[in-house]
Nanobody, 124 residues
Framework: QVQLVESGGGLVQAGGSLRLSCAASTRTFSSYFMGWFRQAPGKEREFVAGVSWSGSSTYYADFVKGRVTISRDNTKNTVYLQMNSLKPEDTAVYYC?????????????????WGQGTQVTVSS
């Protein structure tokens, strides 16, 4: 069982930045492919970014490319999402996810573990 706890959300003006963190309670953090998803009101949850087990490979949704960076620190059991140039349409609850399978994270299907989410609100 892996527990994921997100932090770093909040209210920010358009054009601003936020850094989300997700701490994982597991001794085998490096065996999990990690991802960030988001869900806006009235919309389905969608993939934002993913990072491979060692951190050597990263994946991004087209709508965040160039504005978002995902990274991980396997010594701290933590994954990060640095978000820059935020837009009002980035407003959503952001969820951290973990799965041993990279394809499950990238497709957002049958993911084993989810965090409780952190709210990001971008004002115009």
């Amino acid at each position: 069982q892996v527990q994921l706890v997100e932090s770093g959300g909040g209210l920010v003006q358009a054009g601003g930045s936020l850094r989300l963190s997700c701490a994982a309670s597991t001794r085998t953090f490096s065996s999990y492919f990690m991802g960030w998803f988001r869900q806006a009101p009235g919309k389905e949850r969608e993939f934002v970014a993913g990072v491979s087990w060692s951190g050597s490979s990263t994946y991004y949704a087209d709508f965040v490319k160039g504005r978002v960076t995902i990274s991980r620190d396997n010594t701290k059991n933590t994954v990060y999402l640095q978000m820059n140039s935020l837009k009002p349409e980035d407003t959503a609850v952001y969820y951290c996810a973990a799965d041993e399978s990279g394809s499950k994270i990238r497709l957002g299907r049958s993911v084993d573990y989810w965090g409780q989410g952190t709210q990001v609100t971008v004002s115009s």
